[in-house]
DNA sequence: GACGGTAGGTCTACGGTGTAAACTTGTCAA
DNA sequence: TTGACAAGTTTACACCGTAGACCTACCGTC
């Protein structure tokens, strides 16, 4: 009588959450329907009933980091101020999650959060000049490169054991150091820089930067 | 007695280019090693006498990939022309599998063509003025981006069953239709260019556009 | 020329995957 | 009270990567 449902059970966001754990700690991978079913004490087959299929699941996925970015107001800077501290929100929101930042693609122009920046992203740019159309080219290259710039986090990227980490970074290291120096002097001059970068926030600054850089160029180059 | 070998069969090559086709007309998940075993009337477990894992298959496949990349040689113009040519170079070879693409970032300081283009590009960086570290960091996000440009290249991605591709496009263009002008004004307006580029070339020439003015911004910005 | 090592195949088997189809069961509306 | 329906279960299938033991034809060496 009272609306308690007690043999209902298998909240989808939970799921989710299960998925978004596995996945982050051990790549996804590891994201299976029977385990994800296990710790939520129910038969794989249950997760049908909520999912249409994995890639549904791992859709859902996707729009959930989505849902974490942080559009910031708009203000009266300059556009380019502007869509730099977007594209910004953009990869704080992906950063924590390397290994699942390439489901957001295709979930932008599904889902309502990626709707928002997408639209946010065209106003930006028709004010920097751009004609919609090619708003929406620079646009959707702005976005694939950022979401590459994150899922090729070298530091993130690596297994999460820090131990195998270190010991995968210590075989790289070793083979470019076993490189001709004579045939390759700045790739093997630069082999740590290249192997690992110095800082994860110069990392990612350092990606922003290049992409609205790059947008400021082809601006005028059209002009 | 003649030193013809009936016996030994099994050309890892051969292994590679039929994995190739597959690969490209079906995409990554349809190579399996059973069905590349059946294709070379061999049994699933011989592969494994010539590729260590299934990854050591797909790591010769993204060797494959950057083997036919080839470098403009060296000239007199300035270096961002020269750095234009070789990354226009890079995903000329790439364009052709857009599926695979991403196999070759991990396989670039490894195999020789991709060590190849490693020393280039950095050279040409330097070249610009960046020291041997910044190229490192510089160039490994230009790749990253180029990489991610075929990845996504959302004309090729698409099925290649016409039949189904036309429907796959339709059926994004109903959804993106189907919002509402007044809250997406931007986004409607350029649904057909957001869904897929109007010219193929076009697309590829703003993306190295893209890349090669963002690295002269930063340029600029840093001195 | 006999012979042992080895490279390149085969066979069998195991544990894992996604998911289709038919079933049970608890809940609520009529 | 009944009956529809949503949620979870059971069983089953086809397929996957790959470990381990085995065969067998070749080759260089004495």
Redesign the interface.
């Given at each position: 009588m009272i609306s308690k449902e007690p043999a209902r059970r298998l909240d989808p966001d939970k799921v989710v959450d299960s998925a978004l754990a596995i996945a982050d700690d051990e790549g996804p991978a590891a994201v299976t329907l029977r385990r994800l079913a296990g710790q939520h004490e129910v038969t794989p087959m249950a997760l049908y009933r909520h999912f249409k299929d994995k890639d549904d699941l791992l859709a859902a996925l996707g729009d959930r980091l989505l849902a974490d970015v942080v559009l910031p107001e708009p203000t009266d800077e300059p556009w380019d101020r502007q869509l730099h501290k977007v594209l910004t929100a953009f990869v704080t929101a992906l950063r924590g999650h390397p290994r699942l930042a390439d489901l957001t693609?295709m979930r932008i122009?599904?889902a309502e959060p990626g709707?928002a920046l997408?639209?946010r992203t065209?106003?930006i740019l028709?004010e920097g000049g751009f004609s919609?159309?090619d708003?929406?080219?620079?646009g959707?290259?702005?976005i694939?490169?950022l979401?590459?710039?994150v899922t090729?986090d070298?530091i993130a990227r690596e297994v999460s054991d820090p131990i195998a980490r270190e010991d995968s970074l210590r075989r790289?290291r070793a083979?470019?150091a076993a490189?001709s120096p004579r045939?390759?002097?700045?790739?093997t001059?630069?082999a740590d820089?290249?192997?690992c970068?110095?800082s994860t926030d110069?990392?990612y600054a350092?990606?922003v930067?290049?992409?609205?850089?790059?947008?400021?160029?082809?601006l005028k180059?059209e002009k």
């Open positions: 693609l122009l599904v709707l997408a639209e065209m106003e028709t919609p159309d708003a929406a080219e620079v959707r290259q702005s694939c490169s979401i590459a710039l090729n070298p790289k083979s470019l490189l045939k390759y002097p700045l790739v001059a630069a820089t290249l192997i970068p110095t110069r990392y350092l990606g930067d290049l992409v609205v850089a790059g947008i400021h160029g082809v180059e």
